[in-house]
Every structure is written in C-alpha cells, then in structure tokens.
C-alpha cells in the first residue's frame, strides 16, 4: 500500500519520527490508524446508549444542572464503563 500525505500531515509524521518512539513513517501511520479504529470502536459500542440517553433528556423535563451535578454524573458514567470492561 502506498499512502501520499499532504505536506502538513507530512511534516507531522517527521516530527512524530524525530521526538522519538517510532523508527519510520510506517510506524507513526500504523499507531494513527489503530487509535482511530479504537475509538471508532468505542463509538459504535457506546452509540446506541448514548443515543437513548440523548433522546430521553430532549424529550423528557428540562431544568438547568448545577456544575456539580454534571461533575457527578460523568463519574457515574466513567465508572459504570469501567465495570463494563472488567
């Protein structure tokens, strides 16, 4: 396979090569492209809660949420994934 890059992007890989950790532009390329299918993977897991989630808090009553509240929440959320990947 044989990617070209704009110069930009180019550029960027350099200097991912040159700070270190990767020994050539294959390396750098292959790392992006596995954390973009990670999350692309995460996206699809999380897709059809989050869409259930989202339409239950635009059809359901509104009020405003203290920072706090929103604080406690994303906790609550973190957790219950943390548990799912045990």
Known sequence: MTVTLPKKLEAFVQKKMRGG???NAGEVVREAVRQWSEQERDWRQDGPELK?????????????????ELEDLEKRIIAEK???CR
């Open 21 to 23: 950790g990767f020994r």
């Open 52 to 68: 259930s989630f989202l339409l239950e808090a635009v059809r359901g009553p509104h009020r405003l949420f203290q920072v706090s």
């Open 82 to 84: 943390s548990r799912k």
